[in-house]
């Protein structure tokens, strides 16, 4: 089974940090590119960041400068650093791996509230 399962959301007051991270199972990822994304209450689905599989990464403009996506091959696990926390980044947060021809597994999601 191929399973993208996220953990590490809570609640963080504003300008705190969370981590949260991504494990992958059922087969490597390696050459995959992983992404985040987000949706908050009320709202669509959007694009957090992604990183290829030679490393380089790209983020929406929201969050550029506060959230850095890692990856670990070895343990075939993504990450997402947050940092300076808003209250506009509640939501709950899925990771992605994908090709050229999209995203084509999704986690279960994890809650991230930040509040005031």
């Known amino acids: 089974q191929v399973q993208l399962v996220e953990s590490g959301g809570g609640l963080v007051q504003a300008g705190g940090s969370l981590r949260l991270s991504c494990a992958a199972s059922?087969?490597?990822?390696?050459?995959?590119?992983m992404g985040w994304f987000r949706q908050a209450a009320g709202k669509e689905r959007e694009f957090v960041g992604r990183?290829?599989?030679?490393?380089?990464?790209y983020y929406a403009d929201s969050v550029k400068g506060r959230f850095t996506i890692f990856r670990d091959n070895a343990k075939n696990m993504v990450y997402l650093q947050m940092n300076s926390l808003k209250p506009e980044d509640t939501a709950v947060y899925y990771c992605?791996?994908?090709?050229?021809?999209?995203?084509?597994?999704w986690g279960q999601g994890t809650q991230v509230i930040v509040s005031s």
């Open positions: 059922g087969r490597t990822f390696s050459r995959d590119a």
């Open positions: 990183i290829s599989w030679v490393l380089s990464t």
């Open positions: 992605a791996a994908g090709s050229l021809s999209g995203w084509d597994y």
